[in-house]
Nanobody, 129 residues
Framework: QVQLVESGGGLVQTGDSLRLSCAAS????????KGWFRQAPGKEREFVAV????????YYADSVKGRFTISRDNAKNTVYLQMNSLKPEDTAVYYC??????????????????????WGQGTQVTVSS
């Protein structure tokens, strides 16, 4: 089992920044793909960003491209999401997730929540206008 614990959420104003962290523990994969999803009230969970094992490949949802940056520190088993220029529509519970893998390739759909193995409990991000 892999345990994921997110932190860093909070209440901010439009245009502010936040940095989310997600620490993994337990029986972690030898190599892993890590991602962030979010879920707003009354909406389905949606993909935000994903990062390859080396950190050399990343992919973002169009809604956050240019504003959010995903990164990872494998020595700390931690993935980060730097969120800049936050908007009210970014308000959601943010979840980190992990699956086995090395590259962002076509063997799975890394934008689909069903293709991941473990999830954190989520951290609330609220952006006021």
């Amino acid at each position: 089992q892999v345990q994921l614990v997110e932190s860093g959420g909070g209440l901010v104003q439009t245009g502010d920044s936040l940095r989310l962290s997600c620490a993994a523990s337990g029986r972690t994969f030898s190599t892993s793909i890590k991602g962030w999803f979010r879920q707003a009230p009354g909406k389905e969970r949606e993909f935000v960003a994903v990062i390859s094992w080396s950190g050399g490949s990343t992919y973002y949802a169009d809604s956050v491209k240019g504003r959010f940056t995903i990164s990872r520190d494998n020595a700390k088993n931690t993935v980060y999401l730097q969120m800049n220029s936050l908007k009210p529509e970014d308000t959601a519970v943010y979840y980190c997730t992990v699956r086995a893998g090395t590259f962002l390739d076509g063997s799975y759909d890394y934008t689909s929540f069903s293709d991941y193995n473990y999830w954190g409990q989520g951290t609330q991000v609220t952006v006021s206008s």
